[in-house]
T-cell receptor, first 113, second 115 residues
Framework: AQTVTQSQPEMSVQEAETVTLSCTYD???????LFWYKQPPSRQMILVIR??????QNATENRFSVNFQKAAKSFSLKISDSQLGDTAMYFC??????????FGSGTQLTVLP | KAGVTQTPRYLIKTRGQQVTLSCSPI?????VSWYQQTPGQGLQFLFE???????NKGNFPGRFSGRQFSNSRSEMNVSTLELGDSALYLC??????????????FGPGTRLTVL
């Protein structure tokens, strides 16, 4: 069975500052993918970034980057230069051979002006 | 490309009724997955369809069923509705084949309220 744990239910950050969201996971598979999705108040789930487990290099997408620690089964998301539009619920998710997504419980991020 | 569409966006039903939700994936995507989102249980996987066949199923009772058509559009049906079925139902599409990445792209969801 796969599990994903997000231990920070809520976080806040000042506009233009940097924030890091934490995620740990567990899986018995060697080949898997990790994702961060954001869900703003509109409830539309939006893919932020993905990481392939066999790649050691951390993924980066503009202001979003990850710190992938495979041995520790840790996958954190760093948001730089936070913007008001980043306010959303952020979900960490894992996809293995079954291709279904296993989600964490989410972290509500609020960007303060 | 147009994104994933779901209809209807909102539904109100009463206990014991049945409901059908529809999802149209991104053009060219052959896999459609369904998820249930509730405040108490979070996001849970219901099932995945690929090329008109159920490829994977989550831990939900048989009242929850689905199907996929030849154009990859999918429907999800819930029979004998219970109050606990009130949720946001999310549909996600992906190419579904190896070598093209497992990313899933979500629709806006259908908000089901059971009274």
């Amino acid at each position: 069975a796969q599990t994903v744990t997000q231990s920070q239910p809520e976080m806040s950050v000042q506009e233009a500052e940097t924030v890091t969201l934490s995620c740990t996971y567990d899986t018995s598979e060697n080949n898997y993918y990790l994702f961060w999705y954001k869900q703003p108040p509109s409830r539309q789930m939006i893919l932020v970034i993905r990481q392939e487990a066999y790649k050691q290099q951390n993924a980066t997408e503009n202001r979003f980057s990850v710190n992938f620690q495979k041995a520790a089964k840790s996958f954190s998301l760093k948001i730089s230069d936070s913007q008001l539009g980043d306010t959303a619920m952020y979900f960490c998710a894992l996809s293995g051979s079954a291709r279904q997504l296993t989600f964490g419980s989410g972290t509500q991020l609020t960007v303060l002006p | 490309k147009a994104g994933v569409t779901q209809t209807p966006r909102y539904l109100i039903k009463t206990r014991g009724q049945q409901v059908t939700l529809s999802c149209s994936p991104i053009s060219g995507h052959r896999s459609v997955s369904w998820y249930q989102q509730t405040p108490g249980q979070g996001l849970q996987f219901l099932f995945e369809y690929f090329s008109e066949t159920q490829r994977n199923k989550g831990n939900f009772p048989g009242r929850f069923s689905g199907r996929q058509f030849s154009n990859s559009r999918s429907e999800m049906n819930v029979s004998t509705l219970e109050l606990g079925d009130s949720a946001l139902y999310l549909c996600a599409s992906s190419p579904g084949t190896s070598g093209r990445g497992p990313e899933q792209f979500f629709g806006p969801g259908t908000r089901l309220t059971v009274l």
